[in-house]
């Protein structure tokens, strides 16, 4: 009766002061209430007993006489298809809970105890899909009731008056009985959710909103946050719909969090969508739609995208990872540089979408932790391991000048300068090379000879003695030995 001592109303209250009275005698022993055998029963003036009825008593409490005339106590009455229940004084209670065991199957909800409410009318509530509002203390909450007066209890489909369509209800364990409301972790019910082909932990998240309905398929803003459940309410945890974005048909992914659920927003770290076993990558993700930014990229402008954050330049790939290292998109082969990485070696094209494009060649963007994945552009790049040093001349937009002559130094097809591995060195230009900025005439034709020392640096006039052979420059190609 734990319930039932906590939804005293003031009513109940008054009833439960009345428990310890007795029925008024009848005076005289004619007409009124008589004690028969240690029971009540309450006799007629001709002497016989009232059956089946209620009988007002003297204090003002209603009482119930059976079938052979005996009041009842402890008792739910049936009269009139509504119910009733008097204690076990026989008063007639409102605004009362009571419970009863679960026997003979008088409930098909698998509980062990049976809840009754009875109003300030005395009667049950058991208008089924009726929500009933109940104060308990400063409390307010909800029930609902099946058409025999129980409570219901745990997942219920329910389908209130003036609805076309059943909504589905939490509504706690068979002592609680009341709409439960916003977030929930609970076990996935096979009788009410669809749960075929269905993979759910033994506990999910479900959100029941301010009155408790359940949230259903599709993204739900909640509490200033996003968030994505599947058509059982399940709220969903990392990508959906978790396909590889190869078009940008299906580039429609969005990723919420592994432990919370939330929607992300701007840099994400994670594995790609449809292949959890991945090493994991950079994202970006828009703040206003959530979507990966240029994930199913491969679209006429090319396959690599820019975004500008906190001032600072990103490139990103078709996938929609954010490109660190070394990258070519103008079909030089950079596979033995070390810096540049093999996962963004087929990239090509110019950088960017409709008309604000960077045009395609070599960009560098940071590998270092604190400045990761940030563009380096319009300064002398020095790139350098272990073993080997490389030297790009960057331009306003990070693209490395390629087969040029910039302050007497010169930069190959590849965009790295060409030095030598100590002192003077003949080497033979490749291609045509141009000074800064100009593509009027090669400063230095294809074929030619120039010697160049260890820091880069080019001879411009003059002689060199390399290996005992003097060689004469003019205007940085050799014209004699």
């Given at each position: ?63 119930y006489v059976d079938e052979d005339g005996y009041m ?29 065991p679960n026997e003979d199957s008088q409930c098909e ?345 260890q820091s880069g640096k080019i001879k411009k006039n ?20």
């Amino acid at each position: 009766m734990k319930k039932a001592t906590q939804l005293l109303t003031a009513a109940g209250l008054a009833a439960v002061a009345a428990m310890s009275a007795q029925p008024a005698l009848a005076a005289g022993g004619i007409r009124g209430w008589q004690q028969e055998d240690g029971r009540w029963v309450y006799l007629k003036s001709d002497g016989s007993r009232e059956t089946d009825t209620w009988i007002k008593g003297e204090d003002g409490f209603r009482y119930y006489v059976d079938e052979d005339g005996y009041m009842a106590v402890d008792s739910i009455i049936e009269d009139n298809d509504d119910l009733y229940y008097v204690d076990e004084n026989g008063v007639r209670v409102s605004d009362r809970w009571v419970s009863r065991p679960n026997e003979d199957s008088q409930c098909e909800q698998d509980v062990d105890i049976l809840w009754y409410y009875f109003g300030k009318n005395g009667k049950a509530v058991k208008e089924e899909g009726r929500k009933v509002r109940l104060m308990e203390g400063s409390a307010e909450r909800y029930y609902f009731f099946d058409s025999d007066g129980h409570m219901l209890s745990g997942w219920q489909k329910i389908q209130k008056k003036g609805d076309d369509s059943a909504k589905i209800w939490y509504l706690g364990d068979e002592n609680q009985g009341y709409v439960h409301r916003f977030w929930q972790q609970l076990e996935p019910d096979e009788e009410v959710l669809d749960l075929d082909g269905h993979d759910y932990d033994s506990l999910e998240m479900f959100y029941f909103g301010w009155n408790g309905d359940m949230t259903g398929l599709g993204e739900s803003k909640l509490e200033n946050e996003h968030f994505m459940f599947d058509e059982n309410g399940v709220m969903l945890k990392g990508w959906y719909p978790n396909v590889k974005a190869d078009t940008p048909e299906t580039a429609v992914n969005r990723f919420y969090d592994e432990e919370t659920g939330v929607r992300a927003k701007e840099w994400l770290y994670a594995y790609d969508p449809g292949d959890e076993g991945g090493d994991p990558h950079w994202f970006y993700c828009s703040k206003d739609t959530g979507l990966v930014y240029n994930e199913g990229g491969r679209d006429s402008d090319g396959q690599v995208a820019y975004k500008n954050i906190d001032n600072k330049t990103y490139f990103f790939d078709p996938d929609g990872h954010m490109i660190t290292g070394l990258i070519a998109t103008d079909g030089t082969d950079l596979s033995s540089n070390p810096f540049a990485e093999d996962e963004f070696s087929g990239l090509a094209g110019d950088i960017g979408k409709g008309s604000n494009l960077r045009p395609a060649g070599i960009y560098y963007l940071s590998q270092e932790e604190k400045t990761l994945g940030q563009l380096q552009k319009d300064q002398r790049l020095c790139l350098k391991n272990e073993y080997e040093t490389f030297y790009y001349e960057l331009d306003k937009k990070g693209r490395a000048y390629q087969n040029a002559l910039i302050k007497d130094r010169v930069y190959g097809a590849d965009g790295a300068m060409l030095h030598s591995d100590s002192g003077w060195q003949v080497m033979e230009a490749d291609q045509d090379i141009y000074e800064k900025d100009r593509t009027d005439a090669p400063k230095i034709p294809a074929g030619s000879r120039i010697i160049v020392n260890q820091s880069g640096k080019i001879k411009k006039n003059g002689s060199v003695k390399i290996d005992d052979i003097t060689y004469e420059v003019t205007d940085y190609i050799v014209v004699s030995e």
